[in-house]
């Protein structure tokens, strides 16, 4: 699935758009390394994600094409949340 895909299914990021627009700034990697829009994104992925002065890194746990709200819970697990003060 596109991680711009997999962040709206999700609701890690509420618009699809909004998820373009922070891959095509390079807000937005998978293990690793920088995400287009298009990038693919599978189960066990590590995606860091910069948005304004937080940094989340999150594991995939299942990729669904769609989900309720309480499935898009289960879709991953915040494996650290910072606030930079910078």
Do not use: H, W
Not at 3 to 14: A, E, G, Q, T
Not at 16 to 24: F, G, M, P
Not at 50 to 70: C, H, M, R, S, Y
């Amino acid at each position: 699935m596109r991680i711009d895909k997999f962040l709206k299914v999700s609701r890690i990021i509420k618009r699809r758009e909004t998820a373009k627009n922070l891959c095509d700034d390079g807000d937005i990697s998978i293990n690793g390394k920088i995400a287009k829009p298009m990038s693919e994104v599978k189960e066990g992925d590590i995606l860091v994600l910069q948005i304004g002065k937080n940094t989340i890194t999150a594991k995939i746990l299942q990729v669904k094409e769609f989900a309720t709200k309480d499935q898009a819970k289960a879709m991953y697990e915040i494996i650290d949340d910072q606030t930079s003060d910078a």
